[in-house]
């Protein structure tokens, strides 16, 4: 989320199921497809087969992409099913900051209403929550190709407090990083791993001036080429969440 430049209007760039096959004649289970007249070979159509009325790609409930974190569900209405990497290259990181607390952000990720959220959310002490599967496009960036091809981390705190940015946080989310960047082959550099504020055409300023960016990108090279055993997931307030709003500007 993160405090926006100046406009508040919601975060919901990339809502659209773009790339999404025509209905004209998808036959499947031969060896090609016919799509709008032309024909596609099957392992061309492999990563869209799930997308055919009717038919979804198989999921398992509570499924997690990093084992040390909790599970916690967003709102359907805040990302997009899909199948990454095979549809969408997954290359970016964005970090944010909720201008509010952990249970804000997991409140406002579970109302539909919000028509936003991200994969992760960070709390000071370092604990770890998904919200949204990485193979899913979450609404998180304002920018729809950069929602397809990252994945976002939000953290507790405020961009004008240098407080909220423990050591606890940045080292967990730091952790969280070198493995999304080593799932991906994405390189660990301020190219690849940026903030909110970075994304073209975004009204947002996170992580804000007290991100330390050459401190935070020294623990992800650290977790990368040293990674320390997965810690289980900790106790969360989670259950009863904050009714607070984030702080805008």
Same mark, same amino acid.
């Given at each position: 989320?993160?405090?926006k430049?100046g406009?508040? *209007?919601a975060?919901r760039?990339?809502?659209?199921?773009?790339?999404?096959?025509?209905?004209?004649a998808?036959?499947?289970?031969?060896?090609?497809?016919?799509?709008?007249g032309?024909?596609?070979?099957?392992d061309?159509?492999?990563p869209?087969?799930?997308?055919?009325?009717?038919?979804?790609?198989?999921?398992?409930e509570?499924?997690?992409?990093?084992?040390?974190?909790e599970?916690?569900?967003?709102s359907?209405?805040?990302? *997009?099913?899909?199948?990454?990497?095979?549809?969408?290259?997954?290359?970016?990181?964005?970090?944010?900051?909720?201008?509010?607390?952990y249970?804000?952000?997991?409140?406002?990720?579970r109302?539909?209403?919000?028509?936003?959220?991200?994969?992760?959310?960070?709390?000071k002490?370092?604990?770890?929550?998904?919200?949204?599967?990485?193979?899913d496009?979450?609404f998180?960036?304002?920018? *729809?190709?950069y929602?397809?091809?990252?994945?976002?981390i939000?953290?507790?705190?405020?961009?004008?407090?240098?407080?909220?940015?423990t050591?606890?946080?940045?080292?967990?989310?730091?952790?969280?990083?070198?493995?999304?960047?080593?799932?991906?082959?994405?390189?660990?550099?301020r190219?690849?791993?940026?903030?909110?504020?970075?994304?073209?055409?975004?009204?947002?300023?996170?992580?804000?001036?007290?991100?330390?960016?050459?401190?935070?990108?020294?623990?992800?090279?650290?977790?990368?080429?040293?990674?320390?055993?997965?810690?289980?997931?900790?106790?969360?307030?989670?259950?009863?969440?904050?009714?607070?709003?984030?702080?805008?500007?």
């Amino acid at each position: 989320m993160g405090e926006k430049k100046g406009s508040r *209007r919601a975060d919901r760039a990339g809502r659209g199921d773009g790339g999404r096959l025509g209905r004209r004649a998808v036959l499947l289970g031969g060896a090609a497809a016919v799509v709008g007249g032309g024909v596609l070979a099957r392992d061309r159509l492999a990563p869209y087969w799930w997308r055919v009325p009717g038919i979804e790609k198989p999921r398992k409930e509570g499924e997690l992409d990093y084992a040390a974190a909790e599970w916690v569900a967003a709102s359907s209405a805040n990302w *997009r099913r899909a199948d990454r990497p095979d549809d969408y290259t997954v290359d970016r990181v964005v970090i944010h900051v909720v201008q509010g607390s952990y249970a804000t952000a997991l409140r406002v990720f579970r109302d539909p209403g919000h028509a936003a959220a991200a994969h992760y959310v960070v709390r000071k002490d370092g604990h770890v929550a998904q919200m949204i599967r990485e193979l899913d496009v979450g609404f998180h960036a304002g920018n *729809r190709t950069y929602n397809e091809r990252s994945i976002g981390i939000e953290h507790e705190g405020f961009v004008d407090d240098k407080r909220s940015f423990t050591t606890a946080m940045y080292r967990s989310s730091a952790r969280l990083t070198a493995g999304i960047c080593a799932r991906y082959g994405i390189p660990v550099d301020r190219t690849h791993i940026m903030g909110h504020v970075e994304v073209p055409g975004t009204d947002h300023t996170d992580p804000g001036p007290h991100w330390d960016w050459a401190r935070y990108l020294k623990l992800v090279r650290e977790a990368r080429d040293h990674p320390d055993p997965i810690p289980a997931p900790s106790p969360t307030p989670s259950s009863t969440p904050s009714t607070a709003k984030p702080r805008e500007a």
